[in-house]
């Protein structure tokens, strides 16, 4: 069984920062990509940064320049350091990860359960 573990949302104030972290635990053959997609009330979720196992990155363009995303495979972990936040980063955050259970699982997609950020004063 896997697990996705996701740490360090809560509340902050404008222009600070935070650091969220996603573990994968349980049975793992081999992980793909990763990446954490945001959700806000009444919109749809949206990908906010992705990371591939050459630590190849991509990100939304409103985040460019303001969050960075890394990983340490030998850990299994992601971070993404969040910096500069705004009031419209406010929203549920998910860990995505793209990988395979067993050696003879297929590649599949697996989600935390979510870490509310909120930008506030």
């Known amino acids: 069984q896997v697990h996705l573990v996701e740490s360090g949302g809560g509340l902050v104030q404008p222009g600070g920062s935070l650091k969220l972290s996603c573990r994968v635990s349980?049975?793992?053959?081999?992980?793909?990509?990763m990446a954490w997609y945001r959700q806000a009330p009444g919109k749809e979720r949206e990908l906010v940064a992705s990371?591939?196992?050459?630590?190849?990155?991509n990100y939304l363009d409103s985040v460019k320049g303001r969050f960075t995303l890394a990983r340490d495979n030998a850990k299994n972990t992601m971070w993404l350091q969040m910096n500069m936040v705004k009031s419209e980063d406010t929203a549920v955050y998910y860990c995505?990860?793209?990988?395979?259970?067993?050696?003879?699982?297929?590649?599949?997609?697996?989600w935390g359960q979510g870490t509310q950020v909120t930008v506030s004063s």
């Open positions: 349980g049975s793992i053959s081999s992980i793909d990509a």
């Open positions: 995505n990860v793209r990988m395979q259970e067993y050696i003879w699982s297929p590649m599949m997609n697996y």
């Open positions: 990371i591939t196992t050459g630590d190849s990155t």
